[in-house]
């Protein structure tokens, strides 16, 4: 694992809630919500307040541990995905906490994880676990677990999100996500009759608001140069989820075969047969040169296909996604 003074300094901060900047401690004791308690959206920055209606909150949780670590932001996330965690029978909170990141840990697949941590083993995750979350530990998380996080910083009254490939799917469980400096707390909404929603997708109304929105960044994007970008089309969704599975079988038959003949007779997308179909007019490449990446965002996935066969684009990744298609593309175009 690669130890900097950053990585350092991150977990030296998470030990204690003691600080020199007495108005930033006063800042963070006043956005603190007291244990089991509500404090409602009416009360959020005036930004915030025109997302959410009066029935969304944010939820008192335990912030420290007994050696005063910070684990609020474990404590959010757990309160979200694991409705026991509130009221635990079997288990303390820091028990259930300790476990949660074991099983994140044994569930490590490198093939599912984002490209800038896959340098990191499964022993680098178990250390930087003990650490202040940070931009590795959350994708991992949404890697591994195939979920969006929405962030709402109560300091900078900024939106950032991570979530796992390319695109964001907003058909995918969301966790929403509270946050001052170092300090966590998960934002929930009451439903009729006393339940709650803890996760949310594209068919809760606030969805419609969010999407609506242009100044939403992908949590430390200078880093990890990554763009929030987000399918709008639920056909898109099924095509790649199609897809995704026709690869799979495929992949399934062809190790069935343990690489016989009948492996020739397999042909992709970009097998020869396939792309002599596929020729580019002169009038079309000048409509290409045209294109950018709002207007490519809007297009359909099997449409971004079309063209990077059209201009003779070779695809390597398996099932790529838009914004890999959209990559591809506009480098394509800027030499042609």
């Known amino acids: 694992m690669e130890i900097n003074y950053d990585i350092i300094i991150k977990h030296l901060c998470g030990k204690h809630t003691k600080t020199n900047n007495k108005e930033n401690k006063k800042e963070i004791n006043a956005f603190q919500t007291q244990k089991n308690i509500y404090t409602y959206a009416t009360t959020f920055p005036d930004i915030f307040k025109e997302l959410f209606t009066d029935k969304f909150y944010r939820y008192g949780i335990t912030t420290h541990d007994n050696d005063h670590n910070n684990i609020s932001f474990w404590s959010s996330v757990l309160s979200v995905l694991d409705k026991n965690f509130l009221i635990p029978y079997s288990l303390d909170e820091i028990s259930m906490i300790n476990q949660f990141k074991t099983q994140l840990t044994d569930l490590f697949d490198k093939t599912k994880l984002s490209d800038f941590i896959k340098k990191l083993d499964k022993n680098d995750m178990r250390e930087r676990f003990k650490l202040n979350p940070d931009i590795t530990i959350m994708q991992y998380i949404a890697d591994t677990l195939d979920i969006n996080f929405w962030i709402f910083d109560f300091k900078s009254e900024k939106i950032n999100v991570v979530y796992s490939k390319d695109i964001m799917n907003p058909w995918?469980?969301?966790?929403?996500?509270?946050?001052?400096?170092?300090?966590?707390?998960?934002?929930?909404?009451?439903?009729?009759?006393?339940?709650?929603t803890r996760l949310f997708d594209n068919n809760h109304s606030i969805f419609k608001k969010l999407l609506c929105l242009d100044n939403i960044k992908y949590l430390e994007s200078e880093t990890i140069g990554k763009e929030y970008i987000y399918i709008d089309n639920i056909s898109d969704v099924i095509k790649q989820e199609k897809l995704k599975l026709k690869i799979e079988v495929k992949e399934l038959l062809i190790e069935s075969d343990n690489e016989s003949e009948s492996d020739s007779s397999v042909h992709t997308e970009n097998s020869d047969d396939e792309s002599k179909k596929y020729f580019i007019k002169a009038d079309e490449l000048d409509e290409f040169k045209k294109l950018n990446k709002t207007k490519m965002t809007k297009m359909k996935v099997a449409e971004l296909v079309d063209i990077t066969k059209k201009l003779n684009i070779v695809i390597t990744k398996k099932n790529p996604t838009k914004a890999v298609l959209m990559e591809s593309i506009l480098n394509k175009i800027s030499t042609v």
């Open 172 to 196: 995918k469980q969301s966790v929403f996500l509270a946050n001052y400096d170092i300090c966590w707390e998960p934002i929930m909404c009451l439903k009729s009759k006393g339940s709650v």
